[in-house]
């Protein structure tokens, strides 16, 4: 059971360069995130999904855009990267809408704009 | 939103135990309190979690007064292996679709 996984784990763009950032989960939940991390901070929602076909805006939305067309994957993707959006990106799921549903998290994909 | 506030750090021995209490003094009735942990270069890993009163876990226990507007997570204990930074989450994804935002935590240094 291989939970939450992210490809690719490491990646360096330069400024204005497009990329897709990967997130598969096995568990069959129906709830997927994506977060940012940046050093010495918590992570910070930038858009998430209530179901497949389903995306919405979280607290830092812009410059990203997301799809879930299959219910396993949730793909983030920058169209034109910038030096800001330097970061680790954690993707997570959960079964449930409520808070009692725990997040799942993946081991997070370094991304690096030049 | 819940906001939450926590100490940015502490530091402990290894054998003693450790209360980290996070505040959310406009949590909803709803919300749960959740506990993540998270290690370098790792995502967060779910601790424990509660509504009200007091849960317990084979790692940790969560202590909730009535009023809800606290929480406090013990760690009884610890090892060096709990360094790490802690995160406390209020919320839900209700039909008011709010989002579930993670404070800046707190970081826990555990000494020899």
């Known amino acids: 059971n291989a939970g939450v996984t992210q490809t690719p784990k490491f990646r360096v763009l330069k400024t204005g360069q497009s990329m897709t950032l990967l997130c598969a989960q096995d568990?069959?939940?129906?709830?997927m995130y994506w977060y940012r991390q940046d050093p010495g901070m918590g992570l910070r929602l930038i858009h998430y999904s209530v179901g497949e076909g389903t995306t919405a805006k979280g607290e830092v939305p812009d410059g990203y855009n997301v799809s879930r067309l299959k219910k396993q994957n949730f793909l983030l993707g920058l169209e034109s990267a910038a030096p800001s959006q330097t970061s680790v990106y954690f993707c997570?799921?959960?079964?449930?809408?409520?808070?009692?549903?725990?997040?799942?998290f993946g081991n997070g994909t370094r991304l690096t704009v030049t | 939103l819940a906001k939450t506030t926590q100490p940015i750090s502490m530091d402990s021995y290894e054998g003693q135990e450790v209360n980290i209490t996070c505040s959310h003094n406009n949590i909803a009735t709803n919300d749960y309190i959740t506990w993540y942990q998270q290690f370098p270069s790792q995502g967060p890993r779910f601790i424990i979690q509660g509504y009200k009163t007091k849960v317990t876990n084979e790692v940790a226990s969560l202590f909730i007064p009535a009023d809800r507007k606290s929480s406090t997570l013990s760690l009884p204990r610890v090892s060096l292996s709990d360094t790490a930074v802690y995160y406390c989450?209020?919320?839900?994804?209700?039909?008011?679709?709010?989002?579930?935002?993670f404070g800046s935590g707190t970081r826990l240094q555990v000494q020899p």
């Open positions: 568990m069959n939940h129906e709830y």
């Open positions: 989450l209020v919320g839900a994804l209700d039909t008011g679709r709010r989002a579930l935002t």
């Open positions: 997570a799921s959960s079964y449930g809408d409520r808070g009692n549903s725990p997040l799942h």
